[in-house]
């Protein structure tokens, strides 16, 4: 166990919908990044948060947003959903301010599943 | 062309013998990072490598960036079960003004380990 959850574990909706995603940090970890996975696109960082603040943008869409709140836990939001954004979404997190590579050590989540039809 | 390759895509091997994964990069890299995943699982970072010719191990896996920063190999020796997986690398780029930041990840290497 990471110490990194993420919430919900599965997710089934219809094309056009709109989804949060939820991620809570490691106790103490400052730093969230978000990651997409399919059998397309293979792996692809999406946005990284260090305290509250956008540190990193990766090849996030437009429909899609995300944010960290106070209490460090960061929500991933997916609107207009397409068939392409059926994907495996992985949260991580880490102590400091490092590159979303990993310059300090990432802990990962369990990821949410998102199946679009 | 992609960005990054790893090689092989697959690899099949008897347990306790030795393995290399090799991920190579168009251009010079900042960053090169390895993961391991389970099938369907989360990731697991494995290990950063930031300076040529740096090496690093975790348990009995061993990394190395090559000196114009473009090449890195993964190796386990003596193999065990527990080492099947899928592994990844990972590499951050800047351009050449050092902005535009840039983290682009390999199509990631089937490992597994008949005991």
């Known amino acids: 166990d990471s110490g990194v959850t993420q919430t919900p574990k599965h997710l089934i909706t219809a094309t056009g919908q709109r989804v949060t995603l939820r991620c809570s940090p490691r106790s103490g970890d400052l730093s969230v990044y978000w990651y997409q996975q399919s059998l397309d696109q293979g792996l692809q960082f999406l946005i990284q948060y260090y305290n509250g603040e956008e540190r990193a943008k990766g090849n996030i869409l437009e429909r899609f947003s995300a944010q960290q709140f106070p209490d460090l836990h960061s929500e991933l939001n997916l609107s207009s959903l397409e068939l392409g954004d059926s994907a495996l979404y992985f949260c991580?997190?880490?102590?400091?301010?490092?590159?979303?590579?990993?310059?300090?050590?990432?802990?990962f989540g369990p990821g949410t599943r998102l199946t679009v039809l | 062309s992609q960005e990054l390759e790893q090689s092989p895509q697959s690899l099949i091997v008897q347990e306790g013998k030795n393995l290399t994964i090799n991920c190579t990069s168009s251009?010079?890299?900042?960053?090169l990072y390895w993961y391991k995943q389970k099938y369907g699982e989360g990731l697991i970072f494995l290990m950063m490598l930031q300076k040529g010719g740096e090496e690093k191990s975790h348990e009995k896996i061993t990394a190395k960036l090559d000196e114009k920063k473009q090449q890195s190999s993964l190796h386990i020796t003596a193999s065990q079960p527990s080492h099947a997986g899928i592994y990844l690398c990972g590499a951050d780029y800047f351009d050449s003004g050092g902005s535009n930041y840039k983290l682009t990840f390999g199509k990631g290497t089937l490992l597994t380990v008949n005991p």
């Open positions: 991580a997190s880490s102590v400091g301010y490092g590159l979303a590579g990993g310059t300090d050590t990432q802990y």
């Open positions: 251009k010079t890299l900042y960053g």
